[in-house]
């Protein structure tokens, strides 16, 4: 371990701790040394351990850690057993004359560490401490609350008769009728239980007579106040589904009567004649709750009405549909209120196609986060405002056949994620006669099986979508639905919708894990887009790119086209973003499966919206994280590189000077020859085999002498025996693995498997 993970000169730190019989040791006591007082059964012995700075031939200090006994006292007469050989510690504390010549920059908090045990306590256990001293103890304070609690006088008016209590309230209180009711004029929403004689029994506060009124303030009367359209009416809160009676306010200052609820944080679940509303405080849990664990809002609804009776026996108004409706337009508003639609003079309608999504604050935005001139700097430093973007499909994400556009339509139009869906679908069956031209590459089955993917009961196959490929943040307007596969008529439209808005960046780079294929005629392709999609092409650098754990799946050709790993300007990006943005979205699959389109575009918007914050807020830790991690790394792949260069300079110093002018010349220019090109086929023992069965075919024409053996050729015989000899170290090794512990079947196959090799 090297200290602070630098090398420093073994002429700055004494390392000489030697034990001599005629000089005294020497000892330094480093930043950070530690000397434990521990004694374990020898008078004035301290133990504990000492780090020491070792040098080794080349000059490299390291750490090397040592357990010690230190004598407090030079006549406790200790052994040389007793005092490691290798170093001797006295109790002078003399400090070598080198220790003022360690560098100010020397880091040694390192050795800041205390690897003796703590002795474990009670608070280390506090599971078994709670079994043991407190469980009975939890158990009746339980039984206590169901109780009278040894209360029978109204805890506030002192004279009557205690008959209610309150689950809600912080404190113990039995109240009367009359108390109970003064109490919670203004916590309406409150768990009210009346005793029965024996046990508590739960009491709406409706039918003790509590009114709701809106439009004015607590205390309050009202001159008009105005009945509901229904006497069923309706709050659902994050303790239960409460039947109300509620009283609107007539008087002409109130406001109207969705005016009156939004006020009182009550959102109405329709705005003509409401009977069912949700308090702010249940949609804002519930749109945390579903964002950070993907809760259905099935089951959040289900958990409600058993916070309302748990027993199952007296069923709970049935206000699901309902619910479902005011969630839904909750998360839309909140997403223009966040985006600062409510201050545009326009309102919502004068949102545009990706105003409310979460742009990438470390992506290239001109216009926002570009210096001045950034389009005028030289060649070799525009990748540093190089725009990167990744296209993935996902088939999990799908949507079964389940109403339709007219009937639940988006609550957005583009504005977020998703792409506006008129447009899109409209190009989609325009071109969907296009066939997709086969896989010239591997067998993809992106490309292949995209017009034979099984729709069957599916309105959706799956989604695509684009987005940064450094910070994983998806882009506006880059999301839509695959009617059938991945295919390029989709594909095409998602790309170009997410980048036309950056159409003045000078260097474009595209991940794609079928980009070999996808490329071709991709400008051809692009001509019958609408026109507001069209990129500017021809000044634009396009580079492409397969993402590298999807590499090793293509031909060898590909891997040294599409590379990450050999282009100039891309640092090491691996172009796998989407892989790990999708684990955000799939755990809700299985609940936005049965959605109507509309209803699944906004949530899923809603959750990609989300991510993108999180993404952002983590982004500072992240990108820290990398920088510290990727200067070492740098300066020693550089050290690396120059030493390996110099080692062949002597021998190979022309090849290498003409390797460099290949390489700068290519990334100067693509269309010169890629020095990265393998140039020579790899030898393989099949590629062997089938060059000596030519070569055997050909001498047994030329021959007239016949084979000795018709069916086994010398070759074959050759190759017969490699795999005998493959095998058999293959058994080797499985024995060795399992030891002792072979089991029956095990054995019976090692010696079937050598029987066959010995035949």
Sequence with gaps: MVVSDRLIPAAFVLVNHTHSETAGPQFKRLRGFKLHGKSYGKPHIHTGNHHKIQSDTSGTLRVVKKNYHVPTNATTGLGPEEVPPTFALDATDNHPSCIDRLPDDVDLSILDSDDVPRQRTASDFPLLVWMEHHRDTFLHELIRLEGRRGVTVCSLCKSKPALYCCDDCLTLDLYCKPCLLARHETQALHIVKEWSGSYWVRVPLKTLGLVIQLGHTSGQLCCLPRAPYSDDFVIIDSNGIHSVMLRFCGCESAGTVVQQLLRCRLFPASADKPRTVATFRVLEEYHILSLESKASAYHFYNSLARHTDNTGLYPVKDRYEQFMRIVREWRHLKMLKRSGRGHDPTGSEGTREGDCAVLCPACPQPGKNLPENWDKVPKDKEWLYALFVAIDANFRLKR??????????????????????????????????????KSTCMSHNAVNNADTKSVVGLASTGVGSVCCARHEMK??????????????????????????????????NISYDIVCQWMRHLWQRMETLPRPLHLPYHDIEVRSFVPKFHLPAHVTECQWKYSFNYIRGVARTDGEAPERAWSTLNPVASSTKEMGPGHRRDTLDDLIGDSNWKKIIGLGTTILRKLVEAVPERNEHQEDLEEFESSLTGRYGGQLAKWREQVEAWEQDASQPNPFEVKSNSVTQASVQLRLAKDEAVEAAASDIPPIHTDISPSVLISTGLELEGQQLKDADFTVILKKFVSAVQTNRIQDSNSVAMA
Aim: net charge negative; proline share 3%.
């Design 400 to 437: 079964r056949s389940v109403s339709k556009d007219a009937i639940d339509p988006s609550l957005s139009r583009g504005w977020a994620y998703f792409v506006e869906e008129l447009s899109y679908k409209l190009y989609i069956s325009e071109h969907s006669d296009t066939r997709q031209e």
């Design 475 to 508: 882009l506006p307007g880059a999301v839509g639905d695959l009617q059938k596969g991945e295919r390029y008529v989709n594909m095409d439209y998602l790309f170009f919708s997410a980048v036309h808005n950056n159409n003045s960046i000078k260097v474009l």
